[in-house]
């Protein structure tokens, strides 16, 4: 089993930053894939990125690749997503979710565990 807790949302000016963490435990993290998807109302959860712990490898989903980031801290078993020239369609509720696989996979059905979310909105 895998424990998933998200943080860092809030209330965002299109243009600005903003970093989301997802505070992991409860299982060997070195095996596992993180990813980031986001829901905005009405619309189906959509890939935002995935990074796996072994080896640092990303994968970035095209809408917001070149704006958004993921790093982690081995120290605290958190995986960040730094989002940057922030629009209005980032507005979304921001999920993590982890996977056994090493496939850095884009596909919700990949993931086997999900954090509760967190609300992210861009608003002048």
């Known amino acids: 089993q895998v424990q998933l807790v998200e943080s860092g949302g809030g209330l965002v000016q299109p243009g600005g930053s903003l970093t989301l963490s997802c505070a992991a435990s409860?299982?060997?993290?070195?095996?596992?894939?993180m990813g980031w998807f986001r829901q905005a109302p009405g619309k189906e959860r959509e890939f935002v990125g995935a990074y796996r712990w072994s080896d640092s490898s990303t994968n970035i989903g095209d809408s917001v690749k070149g704006r958004f980031t993921i790093s982690r801290d081995n120290a605290k078993n958190t995986v960040y997503l730094q989002m940057r020239s922030l629009k209005f369609e980032d507005t979304a509720v921001y999920y993590c979710a982890a996977d056994s696989s090493h496939l850095l996979s884009d596909y919700v059905l990949d993931y086997a565990y999900w954090g509760q979310g967190t609300q992210v909105t861009v608003s002048s």
């Open positions: 409860g299982r060997t993290f070195s095996r596992l894939t």
